[in-house]
């Protein structure tokens, strides 16, 4: 219940409760490696995530990150519902569904956001569609740098979503929405082959490593270095682990 004599003003409770339910509701955890999150720098991060390894207590997506991320699903909408209108035949699902792949039987998979089949010119069709919703900075970084040096997780999902969709012939259309500003970022993604090749290799090691009970090597010799320190899996990680 709300404390009318707290010091605490109504903006603060009404947050705090919404915070606390959206931190109480949890998702149904994925049974298998997501091609969203492949570009992770710590293999062994995502196996423990595959492997539903037991996390930092009170590590969890708070709340307010929560509405974090459902703002890049809002986002992702707007997105869409603009492109559409400025011209571009944009493909989001088929029968109510997101298209993906999967691999490893079914162990590896990915959704992607959408295929361009037409639109103006100056883009080959078809091509694959990420979008993006960012914060200033991060927007900011992306705008300066590109895809691929500010954010290079995101630009190893684009190439693996090319390659097992069929869609490495025409570069990707990658977009942000800058979440502060409401600018929009607009790059062409040309396929990486490379980059694909390792994102796929990179699922496959996970996967067997972890069907033959090995634990794969840390990203970071450094428990409190920048890869290491926000981890949600840094006491199994690190606690009596080589």
């Known amino acids: 219940m709300i404390d009318f004599n707290s010091k605490r003003t109504i903006a603060d409770s009404v947050a705090e409760l919404i915070d606390a339910a959206m931190q109480e ?3 149904a955890p994925r049974a298998y490696l997501g091609a969203s999150s492949i570009g992770e720098p710590c293999a062994r991060r995502l196996q423990y995530n595959f492997t539903g390894a037991k996390v930092d207590e009170g590590s969890g997506f708070s709340g307010r990150t929560k509405r974090i991320f459902h703002r890049g699903h809002q986002g992702e909408e707007w997105m869409a519902q603009w492109l559409r209108l400025a011209g571009f035949t944009l493909r989001t699902a088929k029968d109510g569904k997101q298209f993906g792949f999967e691999d490893c039987g079914g162990r590896f998979k990915g959704h992607i956001d959408g295929v361009f089949t037409n639109g103006p010119s100056g883009f080959k069709y078809p091509a694959l569609w990420e979008n993006k919703v960012l914060g200033a900075k991060g927007f900011s970084s ?7 040096k500010a954010y290079p997780g995101y630009a190893a999902q684009v190439a693996t979503y090319q390659a097992y969709l069929q869609l490495a012939e025409n570069p990707a259309i990658f977009t942000a929405l800058n979440a502060d500003t409401m600018d929009i970022h607009t790059e062409l993604v040309p396929f990486n082959a ?3 090749q390792d994102s796929a290799d990179k699922a496959a090691r996970i996967l ?3 069907d033959h009970g090995e634990t794969l090597p840390r990203a970071s010799d450094d428990p409190d270095g920048f890869v290491c320190q926000c981890c949600s899996y840094k006491p199994v990680c690190w606690q009596g682990s080589p």
């Open 142 to 148: 992306l705008a300066k740098h590109g895809l691929a």
């Open 25 to 27: 509701s949890q998702d």
């Open 208 to 210: 067997a490593a972890t």
């Open 194 to 196: 490379a980059l694909a």
